[in-house]
């Protein structure tokens, strides 16, 4: 008994990381690019799950997945466009301030929208009671899906950012732009780029976390707060970190609620956290050759 | 023939002149230095050159086309590469890695290519990877390649950042003090590498205090002094010239 | 020029004089509900359904002649911005009556500026503490927590189980659901073996469902109005516990049942006659607010009534008809909504008193379950 309940709590602590882990990393690639911290990228991930339940309406799941992925990856160009390109040198705090103002234009934009009603997509793969059972300890297939689509996507995006041309030429940007600029790479579309793959990222996620957390017009804030602090945990710019700190303070959390009343859990799982950061600045992953180099 | 050209191009900061009224022009496959004692506008000139800043007015021309008004980036595109006096590699990236972003300007490869990772983007990369160890043999540093950029000596990241410029195959390379904080053996090989790179069909512009290598490589040899051009002549003539003596080599003297 | 300046000093006077002569024709009531943000939920079919009141009561002519006109403040769910709209509709807007606040916590943040300003306030939150101590002109229409816990543990007794987890999210709703939990809970002779709070904005609670599962109980109630609702029973039937589910009356709306899909199914809950008014008998005494309100609104708005909608549409009856008898002086109004007897609204069939102004009781709750994804009464 003892060692089945160790092991769903695992399961649970697995499902929170897994949550906070697909939303951590789209923070990365905005950072890896410009050295910010996109405050809107819950809204991606809100915007994601809501138009994916809109277009599987007339479309089935996947086709309306793919659809809410490119929708969002233009809403992301687009703001992008719209509010940062302009800026002729853009300090990070008014590029912070600039993406919480878009944070909340789309959480509006979104109520109007949509209205205040909670949604869901379908479950990829049975139903809200399904699960798998191996040994007694039982997991929603659904944490699955979610558990492969951050790994393909960590994946994609470090073949991407190490293998092909672009992604170091992103990575170039995020390190010296002016140097970029003089190597011949347009900077600006860069930044354009870059929102556009955040936004991508992020709408994946809110399609594949949907039918676990459900989806509402102001669901992206919450989501936001964790996927950052995952994020910031794991040494910021590296998707993979971004991952292995989500399990950390997903299972954290899921076993001080083993062991201590529930209210107390962020304040446990946040302090160990907290101390682990003590010890390593730079995060948990993070080289501290490089985090000697960002601005932020 | 004229690569590149500078017509009446002047640059004001506030209440400085940085830049007044100058014109040269630098031949294809010459090596030509800007030299001038500190504060004469070598560095904003490279600046105004390279598109990184604007001329108030005035014109710069490469291979005849007017480009003042460009990006950096557009202007890099169109075959100038320049390195920089406080040099600027990518931190967190390989030696490798740094060299091969340089050939950005000669690569096709998009993101959905890319991600694709398609037949002919495979082929790419691999020739970007060689052009890049190319250049690093040929700068004597190939043996860094996988060295994180950061890590490395002040000489080998100059090398670095030259090989980065390398890789693009310039028309011309622009190289600000590319001989600063260097011994006399390095700038004595540092001579012959800029040779090397003349020979190799790729015009070169210079900024540099160091006398001995401008004398020995330039072909020609432009003097600025508090933003205005003094001389522009061969540099034996230069050298001889009593208004260059009196600004610069006078104040050396004294 | 000189007489363009005649003439508006003329137009000037008579807009001034038209002014309280038009004023004194209506009748404000101000509404301080949650419209939008993380109580919308609450706040935005209340606010729908004054707005729909309002405008059959001025087509039919007003209350005794007299047109109603309805001020609604969105407070997002923030006390902070109940207590700035409720000071700004007593003292600026002179309103006659208030309506709301949509949750308690925002209720009791206002209690004492509405009874300072003698101001009448008929709630639509469901706390006991709004009206217990009795506040002279603090009302409320929603039942009573405690007429909700003490429905879910008579079914409980019917049923047999004694031994029971229990789950609250940390807002107002839910600590007030889990304090009368405990307290009524001995009294029945149920024994509560988990008690856990989680955080309102939770995206998912299996840790907290294997901490039920771990403890061997018999039931589990969840007390929360947040979207936690539908997750946690999800939840609680991934990991394969198969026990009776109760959740509290803030489950009952049906986007809630549709969201947790197959694990909705079988969840007991206390809720309002309202969302059953199709099922209910034709001589039930609530069956013709209930019927009436729920045709008017979901013709109107295209969408399912929720209980919330009810309470404003019984705050405003009760309102109505008090002022239909005893004019337009708040003080007489005030002794007319507690004389209140009998009245049949959407939340049950109010009688108020001077000791009880909430005026419903444990019957004003029906218990239903969750049958192929649509409300029904439960099983006795």
Redo the contacts between chains.
């Keep these: 008994m003892f060692l089945e309940l160790f092991f769903q709590y695992l399961v649970a602590g697995l499902t929170y990381g897994t949550i906070y882990a697909v939303v951590g990393i789209g923070f990365n690639i905005i950072y890896n690019t410009t050295g910010i911290i996109n405050f809107a990228q819950g809204e991606f991930v809100m915007l994601g799950g809501m138009t994916a339940v809109s277009l599987h309406a007339f479309l089935p799941l996947p086709l309306a997945i793919a659809g809410a992925v490119l929708v969002t990856m233009a809403v992301g160009g687009l703001i992008e466009m719209l509010f940062i390109r302009w800026l002729v040198k853009p300090s990070v705090l008014r590029m912070i301030i600039i993406t919480i103002g878009v944070s909340i234009l789309i959480r509006e934009g979104a109520l109007h929208l949509w209205g205040e009603g909670i949604r869901s997509l379908p479950y990829f793969t049975g139903n809200e009671v399904s699960a798998i059972e191996i040994g007694g300890v039982r997991v929603s297939p659904q944490v699955l899906w979610a558990l492969g689509v951050a790994a393909i996507v960590v994946l994609l995006l470090n073949v991407f950012f190490h293998y092909t041309m672009l992604g170091r030429e992103m990575r170039a940007c995020a390190s010296n732009r002016d140097a970029a600029a003089l190597c011949g790479i347009p900077t600006r579309n860069m930044v354009t780029l870059s929102f556009v793959v955040s936004a991508g990222i992020g709408a994946l996620a809110g399609c594949v976390v949907s039918p676990i957390t459900q989806t509402q017009y102001g669901i992206g804030a919450g989501l936001a707060i964790k996927g950052f602090t995952v994020a910031i945990l794991g040494g910021l710019g590296n998707s993979m970190a971004a991952v292995g700190a989500g399990f950390i303070l997903g299972i954290l959390e899921s076993f001080s609620i083993w062991v201590m009343p529930t209210a107390y859990k962020d304040a446990i799982s946040i302090t160990i956290l907290l101390a682990m950061l003590f010890a390593r600045p730079s995060g948990l992953f993070g080289n501290s050759e490089a985090a000697r180099l960002k601005e932020f | 023939m004229t690569l590149l050209e500078a017509r009446s191009i002047s640059k004001r900061f506030g209440g400085l002149q940085a830049v007044k009224d100058v014109s040269f022009s630098v031949a294809q496959g010459s090596i030509k230095a800007v030299i001038g004692p500190n504060g004469a506008g070598k560095t904003t000139l490279f600046n105004l050159l390279?598109g990184?800043i604007a001329p108030d007015s005035g014109e710069v021309l490469l291979r005849g086309m007017p480009v003042q008004d460009l990006?950096?980036?557009?202007i890099?595109?169109r075959g100038l590469?320049?390195t920089?006096q406080h040099i600027?590699?990518?931190?967190?990236?390989s030696a490798l890695?740094?060299v091969?972003?340089?050939?950005?300007?000669r690569?096709r490869?998009?993101?959905m290519a890319?991600?694709l990772?398609l037949a002919w983007?495979r082929a790419?990369?691999r020739d970007?990877r060689d052009r890049a160890l190319d250049s690093m043999e040929f700068l004597g540093i190939g043996q860094l390649a996988h060295a994180?950029a950061?890590?490395l000596s002040y000489g080998q990241q100059r090398a670095v950042e030259l090989a980065?410029s390398l890789t693009?195959e310039p028309e011309i390379l622009l190289l600000d003090e590319p001989a600063a904080g260097l011994n006399m053996r390095e700038t004595a090989d540092l001579a012959v590498l800029i040779t090397k790179i003349r020979d190799r069909g790729i015009t070169v512009l210079i900024v540099e205090h160091d006398m001995s290598l401008v004398m020995n490589i330039s072909d020609e040899v432009v003097v600025l002094s508090y933003g205005e051009k003094i001389a522009d002549n061969k540099p034996l003539a230069v050298q001889k010239d009593p208004q260059v003596v009196r600004v610069y080599l006078g104040e050396d003297e004294c | 020029m000189k007489r363009f300046r005649i003439l508006a000093a003329v137009l000037g006077i008579i807009a001034v004089l038209s002014l309280p002569a038009f004023a004194a024709e209506t009748i404000k009531i101000g509404a301080v509900l949650a419209v939008t943000g993380p109580a919308s939920f609450l706040g935005a079919p209340e606010a729908k359904t004054l707005e729909m009141l309002v405008d059959e009561v001025n087509a039919k002519g007003g209350i005794n002649g007299k047109k109603v006109e309805l001020i609604v403040k969105d407070t997002q769910a923030s006390p902070e911005k109940a207590v700035s709209f409720a000071k700004q509709l007593i003292d600026e807007d002179k309103v006659f009556a208030i309506i709301g606040p949509s949750t308690s916590g925002e209720t009791m943040a206002i209690k004492n500026i509405a009874e300072e300003g003698k101001t009448i306030l008929l709630s639509c939150a469901a706390a006991e503490v709004i009206v217990n101590p009795v506040a002279k002109y603090v009302f409320k229409v929603a039942p009573s927590d405690r007429y909700a816990v003490e429905m879910i543990f008579s079914q409980m007794k019917k049923m047999g189980i004694a031994k029971i987890g229990v789950l609250s999210s940390n807002t107002g709703f839910g600590k007030a659901g889990k304090e009368q939990i405990e307290k009524l809970a001995p009294e029945h002779g149920i024994r509560i073996l988990v008690n856990e709070v989680y955080d309102k904005s939770a995206t998912d609670l299996t840790a907290e469902a294997t901490k039920i599962k771990a403890a061997n109980v018999q039931a589990v109630v969840n007390w929360s109005i947040e979207p936690a609702q539908s997750i946690v029973i999800k939840n609680i039937r991934q990991i394969g516990l198969t026990i009776p589910v109760f959740q509290s009356h803030g489950f009952a709306n049906i986007q809630y049942a549709k969201a947790a899909g197959a694990a909705a199914e079988g969840v007991l809950f206390p809720a309002s006659r309202l969302v059953v008014a199709d099922s209910l008998p034709a001589k039930h005494p609530q069956k013709a607010a209930v019927a009436s309100y729920k045709k008017a609104y979901e013709t109107r708005f295209k969408e399912d009534v929720s209980t919330f909608g009810g309470h404003a549409y019984d705050s405003l009856m009760i309102l109505a008809k008090a002022i239909e008898k005893a004019g337009t002086d708040k003080e007489k109004v005030r002794e007319a909504v507690e004389a209140t007897k009998g009245l049949a609204g959407t939340a049950g069939v109010f009688t108020f008193s001077a000791t009880d102004h909430n005026g419903l009781d444990m019957n004003a709750f029906a218990m239903l379950t969750v049958r192929n994804g649509r409300f029904a009464p439960a099983e006795k």
């Excluded at chain 2, 600027?88 to 990236?93: E, T």
């Excluded at chain 2, 091969?100 to 300007?105: L, S």
């Design positions: 390279s990184f990006p950096s980036h557009a890099a595109t590469s320049r920089f600027r590699l990518f931190g967190g990236m890695e740094n091969m972003v340089g050939r950005h300007v690569s490869a998009g993101f890319g991600m990772n983007t790419e990369e970007i994180n950061s890590s980065r693009s």
